[in-house]
């Protein structure tokens, strides 16, 4: 997908924020700061990366860094969709494009630590123009739903090229853990049929 000039002055700040430091605090608070401003613009998505999948909820890419350093998704979940309890081994930020989210979050086990339950750390409903800092490397373990009766568009960056980097999945009841590469969704052209992807 070509951006347009909106997202591609977002895409240029994030570039600057991303060259500029290396610290995930300063970064993911730069870039919350930036894509708050662009969802109060009312920009608006092409739609074909808007369009929710029945099979699973699909990872559209929008922009990916030419050295993968960063990358910038928009994540759509049908109604009633969730994600499997998940890591992201990187920063990560999300703003609500439209709809709504439900967050679980868990403390992230240290390598350190043996398999057992994660433990909850708090949840959130968050709504059409809000931003999270999802992730930081520390801290980067949640389950996301799409809740209400309209798909959840979400505009994400990560530190990472999302789609191409192994992951964690948990089983948050023993702690067990299984590694995955989420791929990416090829936008929906008319007609088009999705690219399957597993999980987020
Ligand atoms: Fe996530």
Redesign the pocket.
């Known amino acids: 997908m070509k951006p347009d000039g909106a997202l591609q002055t977002f895409i240029d700040d994030v570039e600057l924020v991303v060259g500029t430091t290396d610290d995930e605090y300063e970064i993911t608070k730069r870039v919350a700061e930036r894509l708050s401003a662009l969802l109060a613009s009312d920009y608006r998505l092409p739609p074909e990366v808007t369009r929710p999948s029945n099979e699973h909820h699909v990872n559209y890419p929008l922009y990916i860094a030419p050295d993968n350093s960063w990358s910038l998704a928009s994540v759509v979940w049908n109604v009633g969709q969730r ?1 499997p309890v ?1 890591g ?1 081994e990187t920063w990560g930020v999300v703003g609500i494009y439209s709809g709504a989210e439900h967050e679980l979050r868990y403390a992230k086990p240290t390598a350190a630590e043996s398999v057992r339950p994660l433990t909850p750390a708090g949840e959130h409903v968050w709504e059409r123009g809000q931003v999270t800092v ?1 992730c930081t490397t520390d801290d980067d373990v ?1 389950t ?1 739903a799409a809740v209400g009766n309209v798909p959840t568009v979400g505009i994400h960056v990560y530190g990472a090229n999302i789609g191409t980097i192994e992951r964690r999945l948990y089983d948050p009841a023993t702690g067990a853990v299984r590694r995955f590469v989420s791929g990416w969704n090829a936008p929906a052209v008319d007609g088009g049929h999705l690219q399957p992807s597993s999980d ?1």
């Open positions: 994600t998940h992201h999802c949640h996301v987020r």
